[in-house]
């Protein structure tokens, strides 16, 4: 496939300084930290490939916003700008910002799931799977075949196996099943997007068995994107309307605010149907 490089329609205004190390300073801090990352001091990283979370720049417009943010310690005209533009970008009735993605998942995953029980994920993410292990469930996942083979080409490879997660709910019995999270894109499997026609089709057994169906946000812009660009009859859809119907589909959402909404530290928790959902409303708040 040709790719066409665009060049950037921005200027970069900020420079932060960073540590340079050399290769054996790096091994011995490598070495120091027992091999495991996590255990690095972030100022000895020079390029650090970790994680995608929180790392985009912010625009003028943005940070202009932190600036004249109300801060009124009770209804503060920020809040409702956000969680307005939320319900209209989603079309969902509650809205509840979190500091982050894993605040999200924190704070809705145990109200779905007892010990005993399962998860179902075209695949967790790693804070998702944490998630559904504290609250003493165990996760399935449940991708598509050629998700595991990269030498693959195929259009949607983070998609669902609807057929296998069927299979998982008929074994397991799904009074088993607490949740289903359908991760978009799925982040695990590469960044992998997921069809619209996957998405409703994960949303019809949920329904089938009357199992709650949350989306992992945190790249749902792109997920959207690849929608557009590569999934039949969804062409002249706009990115919006793309969204729009995607997390209609979806009961919950968890999003991580730090990836494709481009802003350094912020989460959301959302919920379709406040009435029917007044109980989970009340365990968020
Ligand atoms: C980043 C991410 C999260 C967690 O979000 P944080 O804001 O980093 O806590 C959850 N799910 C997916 C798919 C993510 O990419």
């Known amino acids: 496939m040709a790719i066409k490089y665009v060049p950037e329609p921005f200027r970069i205004k900020m420079v932060e300084t960073i540590k340079m190390t050399t290769p054996e300073e790096r091994a011995e801090k490598i070495k120091e930290a027992n091999y495991n990352l996590f255990n690095l001091k972030g100022e000895d990283v020079y390029i650090d490939l970790l994680t995608d979370s929180g790392t985009n720049a912010m625009s003028q417009d943005q940070w202009a916003g932190v600036m004249r943010g109300d801060e009124a310690y009770a209804g503060a005209s920020s809040y409702f700008n956000l969680v ?32 005993g029980q399962y998860a179902i994920s075209n695949m967790f993410f790693d804070t998702t799977r944490a998630h559904v292990i504290l ?3 165990r996760p399935l996942d449940c991708v598509v075949a050629e998700a595991k083979d990269p030498a693959k080409r195929s259009k949607f490879k983070g998609n669902m196996d609807v057929a296998k997660m069927e299979r998982l709910i008929l074994e397991h019995g799904p009074e088993k099943i607490g949740l289903v999270v359908l991760t978009i894109t799925n982040n695990s499997a590469g960044g992998q997007p997921v069809s619209l026609q996957n998405a409703r089709e994960v949303a019809a057994l949920c329904k089938k068995y009357n199992i709650p169906l949350d989306i992992d946000a945190a790249r749902f812009a792109e997920n959207a994107y690849f929608i557009k660009r590569d ?32 802003v350094n530290m912020g989460g959301l928790i959302g919920v379709k149907d406040a009435t029917k959902n007044a109980e989970i409303i009340l365990k968020i708040k």
């Open 84 to 115: 307005n533009t939320a319900k209209e970008v989603f079309g969902y009735e509650f809205i509840q910002p979190v500091h982050q993605g894993r605040a999200a998942e924190k704070v809705l995953f145990p109200t779905f799931l007892k010990p």
């Open 135 to 137: 609250a003493g469930a």
């Open 231 to 262: 999934e039949p009859g969804c062409e002249n859809m706009s990115i919006k309307e793309i969204v729009k119907e995607i997390f209609s589909y979806a009961d919950f959402f968890t999003m991580s605010a730090k990836k494709d909404t481009i």
